[in-house]
């Protein structure tokens, strides 16, 4: 039986990040858009007469180590039952690229929670949810994706902590294009054991407070913007080509954290010319999707 | 502008009343269902010079009194911006009958909670569903119908409370299909206020543990008739023909809390012989829909 699960990408307009040694209850408060792209991840479940249990992991059809998709194996061997034996295998498929801002292994853990506890049944959707936030904490994947992705849509994370725990509110929102450019990786642990930190904690409660006074798309894009040029972490050239999408959309463009990526909202109509824009920069590597409303979607796979 | 709201149908399989003075806490728990179909809010906004602001609504196309939807025309003045001049029509479309056990009260009080958020901006999606969640408690239209509404799907009440505050889960389910029979009114505040109660309550927290211990919803099924007849709901008539629908599927059907209704999963090809046997008995009022597993829709509707 092949189970399929879509968990849309989630990018994070600003956020205050809240540690604690219990991982259900870190997480982080903030803003953020879940997109209508995202990560598939197919589950195929063998039962055979071997001695255990084998998970097997698979990147946009590539095997991958242990090592290098902890996170998802973790979360398999937890969701599956200590008894079962026998093949599972793990497809996951993502429209974005790793490490640049998209929420890629928080869509990889829920996606294998949802689907393992679809197929066995032995969870409850926040139970598995929790798994898969569990251990983006633990292997420091994300602090907050996992909980926003579960709500969809323009969310804003009021209260920090695992699915069931935390408290995520969303916006209102008419039909806006989001654009979204991946321009490089960043490392989110250096960006977090840094000095900066204090700065993004008083710029993201900032954000948070203002924008819950005047909870609208529009506004969320200004505090969004202030918030990566205050903390300074939107600098340079990825400055400049925000500054270049400004001139030709209402809204300001701003940067996805944390990624060198940058994203924008904007109306089909101001589409034509920043596609032109991108092109005269040389950038030919963008995403335009829609806002994702919905929740995760997880259910049989009929080819 | 016209902005339609779609709210799930919701009916409650079992619950334990949770009352408290403070209508964000007060709630419910429990299990139940959303289905694909349930109630249309339609939100039509006219700014105009007039001295004050005039809400206007209708169920199924007629105008009724403000006494008879003192729930939605409360939620309506309250979500509508205190200085906002002009005419707001609420026009309430039920796929089911009102009074019967499927949250229509909720869905028309959530339906526009959330058009009127969408047309003003000044709320978040919480904030909007908390007055409709309050104002259905305020007036014993129900007590935990609208935060399982916002959550979709099969649901599990684990705290009780206002959107933002009570608890959903969800159990994963395969494509079931529900039957719905309404066959008459029960007062709910006539059950809430006998002695029945503690029954109710003991029976009501013994289900949910069960149904936490094994979360699938064919445990739910058998819980849930568990519930019906040893509160001693189900009884008489409405037990007769329970009876008489579980001789043809797998799953045993169950009473809808609160309403003389029925509910049962099925699958799609137990459906013709179950359909003949309601035929026979002289029931040809009844809805076969689907589980709604996303949330709420709201949005500008273009005819």
Redesign the interface.
Known sequence: MLIRAFIPAHITAFFVPKFNENPLLAGSLGAGINLTKGTNVFVSVEVESVLEKHVHIAFNGEPVKRKDAIISYSVAEEVTPQEFKGEVEIWQYFDFPNGYGFGNSAGGALGTA?AL??YF???????AAQIAHKHEVLNKGGLGDVIAQIH??IE?R?KAGAP?IG?V????S??YKVLAIPLGRLSTKEVLDSDIIRTIEKEGQKALRRL?KN??PENLMHLARDFAENTGLLNGELLEIAKEIDKLIKLPSSMIMLGKSLFALLREEELPKVQERLRDLGIDSYHICGIY???P????WIG
């Open positions: 949802l506890g679809y049944k032995n969870k409850t959707f926040l139970q969809g849509g804003i009021i069931g408290i509110d969303n916006i209102f008419e039909e819950l909870p609208t409303n919905e929740r979607k997880v259910g049989r």
